[in-house]
């Protein structure tokens, strides 16, 4: 019976935290991947700007009016599409 409960815990316990954890670690290594140049990029420090040249492990953002360029590794980004305070609330 011991033996039952404790399978069933784990099964449990992967269906609920590993399986999605998993899930949007592709999902977001997928958006990673797929990025193009004039996409608007929400970075990890909350940097947003417009995609300007995708090299292999890096990207190059311009950001605000005066056109300032910063490059970024590609995990440093956070999500595609500026984040609203709504979106960044959940």
Known sequence: MTII???VMIAI????LIRP???RKK????MRSNLQ???VITSIGGIVGTVCAVKENTIVIETGADRV???FTKWAVSSKGAQTTET???
């Not at 316990?13 to 609920?16: A, D, G, Q, T």
């Not at 999902?27 to 997928?30: P, R």
Request: proline share 0%.
């Open 5 to 7: 409960m404790l399978v």
């Open 13 to 16: 316990f992967y269906f609920m």
């Open 21 to 23: 954890e998993n899930k």
């Open 27 to 30: 999902e977001a290594e997928e």
């Open 37 to 39: 140049v004039g996409d």
């Open 69 to 71: 360029r910063i490059e």
């Open 88 to 90: 960044a609330a959940k």
